[in-house]
């Protein structure tokens, strides 16, 4: 698939730029932090963005999603990534969401699925443990056998959006490797504690102690559960990497503007060939960065053999592109970028927790040669 | 030398007999060293005691002259003194600008009284300073400012706002940069002067930092009545002294991070982030070969920026002049200690993305908030930028 922007994606993107500008400026983020809202992020905003079809683009019309492509959503991330808008369409459509996709049988589909895409309920995928780190099936909780059911215990770390979720995927180990089970939210033996983290964003942490579940609760083949991680995670990826895309291309844009304001010694600091020429290299790995996005959710949309190693490519220029806005706009603001008053501060925190989310560059690009076979 | 072993047997056994047990390996962070003044309070009284004792015996300003409360020693003994107290782990009795800046600026440009006033105050840990140069518009152009100080009579009056003053609302004093000749050229209109901040017109306010702290503040000087006698050096000559202390203050801050004054740890703080979050190999290496050349980079970066402090202080003692190598340490020293915060983070994980509460240790959110804090280093004290421009212009002299 072409490179370039179709003209209804162009629309797209204008759409949601205008909608994010509009409902979501950055003080509302700041107002859910600072009042420590229990929720995190706007419940009747999120309806909106149903009734946009924006949690719906990647599913097909049976759940009653848009039937669009990964290349879409992408762009409505990257318009939420710029204002660091909260809403949990990342853990949602594409976690939670793309493991019922892939796995779940009509009948999940329809209990879980179709509400996900009203914004109805909230779908959490809970697969991280303390030792994963960022291996996705490197997990302890495990899965036995009782009667027609299953008894689940261990414990999950990271669960984007589980402090509201209505439902978990859970992964845990059975006789046949990993396998996906659907845990509600209010099952008993299942406790979840709310995570405070300093991007702001929602997370839980999962103790599941002996919770049982019914033989129908179980997501996909016993023991196939593996794969469908890894690929909800490789979707989640480049997910995440065109809302970190926005949020850097805002970053740069927040510096350049005060580069252009900001005077010292007589002259604007933008003047000053040392900040000139790392505003261009910044401006280039951000480009790059828009490139990979692009056609990493293109090829997510078009089934691509190569999807693996360009999920880490992005992956891996995304973490260090947006690290490095974030690093460069508080050292240009000097010592107001230090301030919480701000923006710029609250574009680095995002972009090193995004960066340890789905594995940092390092790991990436240790994935990637192992992919590539050397 | 066997001067210097009496005295390093000596100070050895002073320093047991009189160190309480309950200070030994507390790690001196910025945050909970020592930093005196009205305002201190202690959790664990023992650190007073610890000040108090060591302040008799002129050891937390061990170089200062006898009769200002130091302890008289040479430099080599300084050094002696430091390695023994890191054998018993002790953190220093005291810190703070008192000791690291104004101090030592009276010392060169103060005049009797004034150093018989301040010093002694300083090294008993009484008197808390601050640092006023920056202004809102004045940072890295700080011969801008704009404070001003009128003259009527025997005071100054003075009016105008500081900005990123660190610790103000601790602070007993100021030492600040103010106008006294607005018609002069920049440089030549300053005034480096001494000020109580318990006083009516002086105002502080605390700044949030994005690491969730207020180490700095805003402060405000509305009319405020300051002695004359009170100026350091002569009106209008205070752009001197201020760069005198600037230097005075990057080699702080490159000592702070070169690890001089830090108790040691038993452990690499890197193993211990390993064994908790990443892992061994079977060979006992550190198991993500990107994150074990992060780690084997940032150790020898600090060691190389250690051993040229070495070479600077070795060429000090043996009399030579301080060589170009000493224009680089605020900004090598900085800047190392960025990477080395930025690899701690990333060894950290998901971990590292706690800010409070549940399901993270206060060890985790309180590295993830120093790490935020570190994004200071390369401006405060002038930027790296700037401190890059004084390589390229002054050092390498190439052309402006
Ligand atoms: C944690 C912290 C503690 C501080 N504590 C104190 C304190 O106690 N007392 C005090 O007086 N001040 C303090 N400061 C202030 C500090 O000294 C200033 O922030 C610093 O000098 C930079 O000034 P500024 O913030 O106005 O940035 P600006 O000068 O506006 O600089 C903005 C950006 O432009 C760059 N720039 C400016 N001029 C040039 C140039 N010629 N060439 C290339 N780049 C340039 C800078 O490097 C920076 O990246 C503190 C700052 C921090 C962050």
């Known amino acids: ?374 | 030398m066997a001067d210097l072993d009496t005295f390093r047997a000596e100070t050895a056994k002073w320093l047991d007999q009189n160190a309480p047990q309950s200070i030994r390996g507390i790690p001196a962070t910025e945050l909970d060293g020592n930093w005196g003044g009205k305002k201190a309070k202690y959790a664990n009284p023992d650190l007073k005691t610890w000040l108090d004792v060591c302040a008799a015996k002129g050891f937390t300003a061990p170089t200062w002259p006898l009769e200002y409360g130091g302890g008289g020693l040479s430099k080599a003994e300084e050094k002696v003194l430091h390695q023994e107290m890191g054998k018993l782990r002790l953190p220093p009795p005291l810190v703070g600008f008192g000791l690291t800046m104004i101090g030592p600026t009276l010392l060169r440009f103060g005049t009797e009284d004034q150093k018989k006033e301040h010093l002694t105050k300083i090294t008993r840990g009484e008197i808390r300073w601050c640092q006023g140069y920056s202004e809102p518009g004045s940072g890295s152009d700080l011969a801008s400012l704009q404070t001003r100080a009128v003259r009527d009579g025997d005071d100054f009056v003075i009016s105008g706002q500081k900005v990123w003053t660190s610790y103000a609302d601790q602070a007993d004093w100021i030492f600040a940069l103010v106008r006294t000749d607005p018609k002069a050229k920049k440089q030549e209109g300053i005034t480096f002067i001494l000020i109580d901040m318990d006083q009516p017109g002086v105002a502080v306010k605390p700044i949030l930092l994005i690491s969730g702290k207020s180490p700095f503040c805003e402060t405000y000087f509305d009319e405020v009545r300051v002695p004359v006698k009170n100026v350091i050096s002569e009106i209008n000559a205070g752009w001197t002294v201020a760069k005198a202390l600037l230097g005075h203050e990057r080699s702080m801050i490159a000592g702070t991070f070169g690890g001089a004054s830090a108790p040691k740890r038993k452990k690499s703080r890197f193993v211990e982030l390993a064994e908790r979050y990443v892992g061994f190999d079977a060979e006992g290496r550190i198991d993500d070969a990107v994150l074990r050349d992060d780690v084997a980079r940032s150790e020898m970066d600090t060691r190389a920026f250690g051993l040229t402090v070495q070479r600077s202080t070795d060429a000090a003692k043996a009399g030579h002049q301080p060589g170009p190598e000493s224009s680089m340490f605020k900004v090598y020293a900085t800047e190392t200690n960025m990477r080395r915060h930025e690899v701690m983070v990333r060894m950290m994980g998901a971990q590292a993305t706690g800010w409070e509460g549940a399901g993270f240790d206060e060890e985790e959110t309180e590295l993830t908030k120093a790490w935020l804090r570190t994004r200071g280093n390369s401006i405060e004290g002038g930027t790296s930028e700037i401190q890059l421009n004084i390589i390229a212009k002054r050092v390498l002299g190439l052309p402006d």
Request: glycine share 10%; hydrophobic share 45%; with cysteine.
């Open chain 1, 1 to 374: 698939m072409a490179l370039v922007l179709t003209e209804d994606q162009e629309l797209i993107a204008k759409t949601a730029r205008d909608f994010v500008d509009e409902e979501s400026p950055v003080s509302r983020m700041r107002a859910l932090r600072d009042s420590r809202d229990e929720t995190g992020f706007s419940r009747p905003l999120w309806k909106q963005m149903a009734e946009l079809g924006w949690l719906g683009i990647p599913f097909p019309e049976a759940v009653g999603g848009a039937g669009m492509g990964h290349a879409d959503l992408a762009l409505v991330l990257e318009a939420l990534g710029r204002n660091l808008a909260p809403e949990p369409i990342l853990s949602n459509v594409l976690m939670g969401g793309q493991a019922l996709l892939l796995a779940g049988s009509e009948g999940q589909q329809e209990e879980w699925l179709v509400p996900l895409v009203n914004g109805d309920k909230l779908v959490s995928l809970a697969y991280a443990e303390r030792a994963s780190r960022y291996a996705p099936n490197k997990i302890e909780a495990k899965a036995d056998k009782s009667g027609d059911g299953w008894t689940l215990s261990g414990e999950k770390v990271h669960v984007l959006d589980g402090h509201v979720a209505d439902v978990f995927v859970v992964s845990a180990l059975t006789p046949g490797g990993v396998s996906l089970f659907l845990v509600p939210a209010d099952a008993s033996g299942l406790s979840r504690e709310r995570l405070v983290r300093m991007d702001s964003r929602g997370a839980a942490n999962l103790t599941l102690d002996g919770v049982a579940v019914p033989a129908d609760a179980m997501l996909g083949e016993e023991g196939q559960g593996a794969a469908v991680v890894e690929q909800v995670i490789d979707r989640a990826t480049v997910g995440l990497c065109a809302e970190m895309l926005g949020g850097m291309t805002r970053a740069f844009e927040l510096t350049l503007d005060y580069l252009k304001e900001r005077e010292q010694f007589g002259v604007k600091i933008g003047s000053f060939q040392g900040l000139q020429h790392r505003a261009a290299e910044l401006f280039m790995e951000i480009e790059l960065a828009r490139s990979a996005v692009m056609a990493a959710s293109r090829a997510i949309d078009d089934d691509d053999p190569d999807l693996a190693r360009l999920v880490s490519l992005t992956k891996a220029r995304c973490s260090d592109a947006y690290v490095l806005a974030g690093n460069e706009g508080v050292q240009m603001f000097g010592g107001v970028g230090m301030t919480d008053e701000y923006d710029i501060g609250l574009y680095l925190k995002r972009a090193r927790a995004a960066e340890l989310t789905f594995g940092d560059s390092g790991w990436h690009r240790d994935r990637w040669a192992r992919l590539s076979g050397y």
